[in-house]
């Protein structure tokens, strides 16, 4: 069974295109933290010598 669609107005569509730009900013936003978080474990591991990162593969 199939509901009827209705027509979506101006309004519907502004309201996605601003929630799309603010999903947008927000991937950015994380895809930069995630950068400068991996950044810090690499200098943290070069300047102490201790790995922080757990190896791929390890047995528990």
Not at 21 to 38: G, I, N, P, S, V
Request: aromatic share 4%.
């Amino acid at each position: 069974m199939r509901k009827n669609k209705k027509d979506a107005s101006a309004e519907d569509y502004d309201a996605l295109r601003a929630e799309i730009t603010r999903l947008k900013k927000e991937l950015r936003h994380e895809k930069m933290r995630a950068e400068a978080l991996d950044t810090m474990i690499d200098v943290a591991e070069e300047m102490f010598n201790i790995p922080v990162r757990k190896k791929a593969g390890t047995k528990q």
